[in-house]
């Protein structure tokens, strides 16, 4: 099973990265552009045919490793 997780900064918790992209992007002449967030995609085939319990497990393993729970947001989606 096929499976996507998004991991991003929580609201409020300082960008460095997105700061950055965000201060180039106004030099090369994209001022439209006012915030960037820079967050990670995660992308795993996972064994399993309970829907539920794959989510559970990949939930578990955010909490883990793939994500910082105290400063990132974490999203699971099956695909």
Request: aromatic share 2%; with cysteine.
């Amino acid at each position: 099973m096929k499976v996507e997780v998004r991991v991003q900064l929580k609201a409020g918790v300082l960008d460095p990265q997105g700061e950055a992209i965000r201060r180039v992007l106004g030099r090369l002449g994209y001022a439209e552009v006012s915030s960037v967030r820079v967050g990670k995609l995660i992308l795993l085939e996972v064994e399993g045919e309970d829907q539920e319990r794959v989510h559970a497990r990949v939930e578990e393993a955010c909490r883990e490793l793939l994500a910082n729970p105290i400063i990132e947001d974490f999203e699971v989606r099956l695909l």
